[in-house]
């Protein structure tokens, strides 16, 4: 069974960093990162960003960086000078043996 398996998140300081990884599990014959959504409390899911044209939210564009790694079947999110305004459940899109797949979603928690 193919999931994706987020890890990384937890709880920073403003100005802290946060790298979030998210790797495919199970039998993977095709792995395409997507990109990272974050949802916060009252909010609609949102788009961080995405692989396609080297799209950032505006709100995290010079902060935020999206990598991946195909040979692990692994995408990350790289967020450093976090702010408050940050704190939301992050979540990767991926698509895995032609099938789209979300992680399971991980909180960041920015304290003031």
């Known amino acids: 069974q193919v999931q994706l398996v987020e890890s990384g998140g937890g709880l920073v300081e403003a100005g802290g960093s946060l790298r979030l990884s998210c790797a495919a599990s199970g039998s993977i014959f095709r792995f395409t990162a997507m990109g990272w959504y974050r949802q916060a409390p009252g909010k609609q899911r949102e788009l961080v960003a995405a692989?396609?044209?080297?799209n950032y939210a505006d709100s995290v564009k010079g902060r935020f960086t999206i990598s991946r790694d195909n040979a692990k079947n692994t995408m990350y999110l790289q967020m450093n000078n976090l702010k408050p305004e940050d704190t939301a459940v992050y979540y990767c899109?991926?698509?895995?043996?032609?099938?789209?797949?979300w992680g399971q979603g991980i909180q960041v928690t920015v304290s003031s």
């Open positions: 692989f396609a044209n080297g």
């Open positions: 899109n991926a698509w895995v043996n032609f099938r789209e797949y």
